[in-house]
């Protein structure tokens, strides 16, 4: 049973820096390609970033330059490091793999002074 567990977000100040993780179970984890998404307060989910099986990765243009996915497959896990944050990255963030359409549970991030 695919099992994903995201961890590590919270309140932080405009400017400062988290670190997401997500811990994927139950399926073959370097077989797959992995994403990170994101839902703000009544807007839909959009696509933050994904990283390939060999580790090449994409971000949406609101976060590049941002952000920074990355992923362990010797520990099943996918990262997503937050510099520079803004009120705008205010959301829960979820990890998804693809394909399919398994979702974790999701972590907040709330992006205030």
């Known amino acids: 049973q695919v099992h994903l567990v995201e961890s590590g977000g919270g309140l932080v100040q405009p400017g400062g820096s988290l670190r997401l993780s997500c811990a994927a179970s139950?399926?073959?984890?370097?077989?797959?390609?992995m994403s990170w998404y994101r839902q703000a307060p009544g807007k839909e989910r959009e696509s933050v970033a994904g990283?390939?099986?060999?580790?090449?990765?994409n971000y949406a243009d609101s976060v590049k330059g941002r952000f920074t996915m990355s992923r362990d497959n010797g520990k099943n896990t996918v990262y997503l490091q937050m510099n520079s944050l803004k009120p705008d990255d205010t959301g829960v963030y979820y990890c998804?793999?693809?394909?399919?359409?398994?979702w974790g549970q999701g972590t907040q991030v709330t992006v205030s002074s």
């Open positions: 998804k793999r693809i394909p399919g359409d398994y």
């Open positions: 139950g399926f073959t984890f370097s077989n797959y390609y």
């Open positions: 990283i390939t099986r060999g580790g090449t990765t």
